[in-house]
């Protein structure tokens, strides 16, 4: 029998399909287990290595669960709509529908053709409307809520996509998907997403959560909470007193009362909406020339939201990317220190965010250093108000007394806050507040491919939501392409009626971010044929929630949050009953290409999976890929390495074709086999599949050593293989005379009574021996030395054991080996190092 891998894969494949072998149901006795994998825009080049690698992890997972008798959920669809399907569609001169199409066929194609269990009688794609309608529907239940509304604000905007972006969007100032594109601002007004209402929540049920450390610190530092103080400052525009205006009142946020004293001018937001009423006409133009300079600066430019002391800088956000400049310029008002009463200057800046606090700072120059240098700059006062450094030459941003400080004087600064504040409060001054960095969701996109959001522009009513009943509004199929948002150019599905009055009306032509599509995807596979509900709760209630998330580290602050905050709101609106979607997360490693190159077209070093599913097959692929290192580790594609795999696979259908069944089980074997159940369940549970699969090569070598084996010991090890090539164990499980498939089989339980310890530590001491031969080879090598012999001294108790293991010792070494016992009154020892053998540590000489 020679391995015709491709005819043994599609057979079982078909098999596996014919059957419903995968097929999930919630009624069943088990317990169930749902498994998934974050779901792919299908793009038109296919799937590369890297995807088949993410979902053989979750494969492994799945069968691996379903053998051990879990009732088990692992369904797969399409993340169809989006940006990239409709710029890819216009570049190939097609209409993104049948591009994505297509493109969807192609990926079921090749995901079937990776062995993968998913049960696709669970499949969906988000573009088509009997998916996206319930975005529609869940868009009007969060509008009645209050958890949708629309604004007028500063928003990301990205050039190359032609389109807004929310916050968790831009990386450092950049596009997402556009690393070379800086982010520019307008202002629109637009529809957005109330996730804020849900800061405190989302924060903290992190801990609650059993996902990589990492991720959890990047979304705590992403929701960003702070506990300061809102202190209010009076403004006086210039030439006036105190007394004379009286009202205009300022508040702004601190995480540091205990440096009050030390606040020497104020700096607002320069995109602060209400930066106007702070400018004076002596000043105005100044002022106006300097936002010129400063138009469309990125949210990149806008720099730091200051940290306090001993807090760590927060993670990477577009708003507090390092800045290089500070830039500000008088408005004209002057701010009192409520402590101090001193009048002082109040400029526009650039390094303070428009919309976190109140968008403006009270600048402590002496003890902050972004003010530090933007006092220097502007020749401004510096005050010392913290004893402990040198604020002639930076800022002192540690802890200490203070001085300076009237009444607080000779307090420890973090004891002085809470006097401060005290005294703060007792002034009607000050009240402590809870900051978070998290923003509202900007939903609104200004193109085609995406949900239309459900409302209509009405001359008499205003927006006027759609109702329930007239969902979904379909996209329309004419547009035209290239001139800005497509929908804008179909004037009859613009041109509609008001649901209200009846009258004109005009629909809304913004889309809905893919990232809603992708909020509640997990909840659809549950129920997916329902056209009365998006899902029934009761089999929502059933899989979720998903006990397994597979997925990569890069959307740790974007779908991570979007459907932990989706499930919350969905709970609080009677549609679920958990608040969690994902109780254990996973971020797999990535496939690079051969060398350790990033894998990229323009490198052309992309592994394709069709040309791997021929060459080598794809069980021989998935076997390879896990075998070079644990799942969340990264990797190198190498040729040589999975012609290594391919070998392994041989030695398989070559062991089987001269198998010799023996009627009564071999201990040596038994021994062996309850030794690797034990430990090769432990690392499946674990995610050490690459551990996994060296016990698995192991155990196969011990069996090839015998000579003889039984049947059901064989299909013992099939089991265990199973996991990780699929097709070939379900082809010689059959082979061995079995009606049922192994995908259903029940996972090996050890019996721990059949480990043969004495077994065990003699191959354990034969292995430590040619291991410690080898190395003395090594060493005889390296000085231009040969050996041939290798003669061996054990004590007489122990001769039995390696006698028995000569031949093994040979093939190991390479050497013709010979064993004496100490006592042997004719060995060959020309070196006396017969003497220095002790028990367990034979003595050796080469030569
Ligand atoms: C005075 C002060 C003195 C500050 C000092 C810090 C150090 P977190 O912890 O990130 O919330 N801040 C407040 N609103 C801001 C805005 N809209 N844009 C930029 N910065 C803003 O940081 C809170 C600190 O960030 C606040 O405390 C404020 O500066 C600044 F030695 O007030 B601090
Ligand atoms: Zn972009
Ligand atoms: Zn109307």
Not at 5 to 11: A, D, P, R, S, T
Not at 29 to 56: D, I, Q, R, W
Not at 450 to 470: A, Q
Not at 684 to 710: G, P, V, W
Request: hydrophobic share 35%; charged share 30%.
């Amino acid at each position: 029998m020679t391995y015709n891998f491709n005819q043994i894969e599609q057979k079982w494949q078909k098999k596996w399909e014919e059957k419903k072998v995968f097929h999930a149901d919630e009624n069943s006795s088990k317990k169930k287990f749902y498994v998934l994998e974050m779901f792919p825009y299908p793009s038109a080049s296919g799937l590369h290595m890297g995807h088949a690698l993410n979902y053989t992890i979750g494969d492994v997972i799945a069968r691996f669960k379903r053998m051990n008798q879990f009732n088990v959920l692992y369904p797969m669809g399409f993340d169809a709509l989006g940006l990239p399907a409709e710029n890819a569609a216009i570049k190939a001169g097609e209409h993104p529908k049948p591009f994505t199409q297509k493109a969807i066929k192609n990926y079921t194609r090749q995901m079937k053709q990776i062995g993968l269990s998913y049960d696709w009688g669970r499949t969906f794609s988000t573009m088509d409307s009997e998916y996206y309608k319930w975005n529609q529907f869940f868009f009007l239940k969060f509008l009645e809520k209050g958890l949708v509304y629309r604004k007028k604000s500063a928003v990301n905007w990205c050039p190359k996509c032609k389109t807004v972006l929310a916050n968790e969007q831009v990386h450092n100032g950049k596009c997402w998907r556009h690393e070379d594109t800086e982010i520019e601002i307008k202002h629109l007004e637009q529809w957005f997403i109330k996730t804020t209402k849900y800061a405190e929540e989302l924060l903290k049920d992190i801990d609650r959560l059993d996902w990589p450390e990492r991720i959890k610190i990047m979304q705590k530092n992403w929701i960003g909470k702070s506990n300061g103080i809102e202190i209010i400052f009076e403004i006086i525009p210039k030439g006036m007193t105190s007394k004379e205006v009286s009202g205009k009142k300022w508040s702004i946020f601190t995480t540091r009362p205990d440096t009050i004293f030390g606040v020497t001018f104020m700096v607002v937001s320069a995109q602060h909406p209400q930066l106007f009423d702070l400018v004076t006409n002596s000043e105005k133009r100044n002022v106006e020339k300097f936002l010129k300079k400063l138009k469309s600066v990125s949210e990149k430019e806008m720099g730091n939201i200051k940290t306090p002391l001993g807090v760590p800088q927060r993670g990477a956000r577009p708003q507090i990317a390092e800045c290089g400049g500070k830039e500000g310029v008088f408005t004209g008002s002057y701010a009192i220190n409520p402590m101090t009463n001193e009048k002082i200057p109040v400029y526009a800046g650039n390094f303070v965010v428009a919309d976190y606090g109140s968008g403006m700072v009270m600048a402590v120059p002496g003890h902050d250093q972004r003010d530090f240098e933007f006092a220097k700059k502007y020749g401004l006062k510096i005050k010392e108000v913290i004893f402990g450094g040198n604020v002639k030459h930076e800022a002192y941003t540690g802890s200490g007394k203070l001085i300076n400080s009237g009444a607080f004087n000779g307090l420890d600064n973090d004891e002085a806050k809470e006097h401060i504040t005290i005294a703060l409060k007792e002034k009607k001054l000050g009240k402590k507040v809870v900051q978070f960095k998290l923003r509202d969701w900007l939903i609104s996109r200004q193109r085609y491919w995406g949900t239309p959001i459900p409302v209509v522009y009405c001359d008499k009513c205003g927006i006027v939501p759609i109702p329930e009943k007239d969902l979904p509004i379909k996209l329309p199929n004419k547009v035209k392409f290239g001139k800005g948002n497509p929908l804008t150019t179909n004037e009859t599905w613009i041109k509609t009626k008001c649901p209200k009055c009846k009258g004109n009306a005009r629909r809304e032509t913004d889309t809905m971010d893919t990232f809603f599509d992708s909020s509640w995807y997990y909840l659809r596979y549950c129920d997916n044929k329902n056209s009365k509900l998006p899902f029934d709760k009761k089999k929502v209630g059933y899989w979720m929630p998903v006990n397994q998330y597979i997925g990569g580290a890069e959307h740790a602050c974007m779908h991570l949050i979007y459907a932990r905050f989706f499930t919350k709101a969905l709970r609080d609106l009677g549609f679920l009953n958990f608040g969690e979607p994902f109780t254990r997360l996973f971020n797999q490693g990535m496939l690079q290409g051969e060398g350790g190159e990033k894998m990229s077209k323009s490198k052309g070093n992309v592994i394709n999976p069709d040309v791997v599913s021929k060459n080598y097959g794809m069980d021989t692929a998935r076997l390879f890929l896990l075998s070079l290192a644990s799942p969340e580790k990264d990797r190198d594609w190498s040729e040589d390495g999975i012609k290594g795999s391919l070998k392994f696979m041989n030695r398989i259908i070559t062991y089987f074709e001269n198998i010799k069944f023996s009627k009564l089980a071999i201990p040596k074997i038994e021994s062996k086999l309850n030794k690797a159940i034990k430990e090769i369940t432990k690392q499946i549970e674990h995610f050490e599949y690459n551990l996994a699969i060296i016990n698995i090569r192991n155990l196969f070598d011990s069996i090839s050593n015998e000579k003889e084996i039984s049947r059901e010991n064989f299909g013992i090890f099939l089991k265990m293989l199973h996991p990780f090539c699929p097709h070939i164990t379900e082809e010689l499980w059959h082979n061995l005379g079995n009606k049922t498939f192994i995908s259903l089989e029940n996972w090996p339980v050890a019996d721990e009574k059949k480990i043969d310890e004495k077994i065990e530590r003699q191959e354990e001491a034969v292995e430590t021996l040619a291991a410690d031969i080898n190395n003395i080879l090594r060493i005889i090598n390296s000085k231009g030395q040969q050996a041939k012999k290798a003669f061996i001294y054990v004590i007489p108790k122990e001769k039995e054991i390696y006698y028995s293991e000569i031949e093994k010792l040979s093939k190991k070494t390479n050497l013709d080996i010979q064993i004496f016992a100490v006592n042997d009154k004719n060995k060959y020892d020309p070196k006396s190092i017969s003497g220095k053998a002790k028990p367990g540590k034979p003595g050796i000489y080469l030569e």
